[in-house]
């Protein structure tokens, strides 16, 4: 049973970096054919996709985030990881990875805790 | 972006009552429609992929229907593990987006 853990500081300050890893765990992120996600949700309010990493296709971001966002794998650690550069309050949100199915539906299972992450001086 | 609409956006309903909450995407997107349960605290779980598939596990009583730009997701019988948030999500298109929430409460 594949599960996912988040993993990274839970305080960023403003206009620095913030930097969360994902592990997978019960399987190899190398293996079957999935999206690895990133997705976001501020206190009270809804989801937000960040983007998606396929071993065999292009990464793709939120045009809302694209210039700020990197997602990046790791295979040896089977872990992947969200880098979101120039942080503001706006970007205080709960953190989620997950595996996300490949051809058509695309939905998200499973999916990790979450992290919280506050950006505050 | 695909717009996603859910209505209503919360809703009051005792234990045995049938719940239908609506989706409309801002522009047609086949069958590519998913819907999640979220409980206080915890991640979002799938219910249905490819707007009627049951994802396995989930309780029959869980079930989805439409296609293009009209969805909707029924509970047959509330049961009180049952209220919760319920999004909708399209993958019709990147960027991937979900509905604002349906708060389903106890009355």
């Known amino acids: 049973q594949v599960q996912l853990q988040e993993t990274g500081p839970g305080l960023v300050k403003p206009s620095q970096t913030l930097s969360l890893t994902c592990t997978v765990s019960?399987?190899?992120?190398?293996?079957?054919?999935?999206?690895w996600t990133w997705i976001r949700q501020p206190a009270g309010k809804g989801l937000e996709w960040i983007g998606r990493?396929?071993?065999?296709?292009?990464?793709n971001y939120n045009p809302s985030l694209r210039s700020r966002v990197t997602i990046s794998v790791d295979t040896s650690k089977n872990q992947f990881s969200l880098q979101l550069s120039s942080v503001t309050a706006a970007d205080t949100a709960v953190y989620f990875c997950?595996?996300?199915?490949?051809?058509?539906?695309?939905?998200?299972?499973?999916w990790g805790q979450g992290t919280l992450v506050t950006v505050s001086s | 972006d695909i717009q996603m609409t859910q209505s209503p956006s919360s809703l009051s309903a005792s234990v045995g009552d049938r719940v239908t909450i609506t989706c409309r995407p801002s522009?047609?997107?086949?069958?590519?429609l998913n819907w999640y349960q979220q409980k206080p605290g915890k991640a979002p779980e799938v219910l249905i992929y490819a707007a009627s598939s049951l994802q396995s596990g989930v309780p029959s009583r869980f079930s989805g229907s439409g296609s293009g730009t009209d969805f909707t997701l029924t509970i047959s019988s509330l049961q009180p593990a049952d209220f919760a948030t319920y999004y909708c999500q399209q993958s019709y298109t990147t960027p991937i987006t979900f509905g604002q929430g349906t708060r389903l409460e106890i009355k």
């Open positions: 019960g399987g190899s992120i190398s293996s079957g054919p999935y999206y």
């Open positions: 990493f396929h071993t065999s296709e292009s990464t």
């Open positions: 522009q047609s997107i086949s069958s590519y």
């Open positions: 997950a595996r996300g199915s490949i051809g058509g539906a695309n939905w998200f299972d499973p």
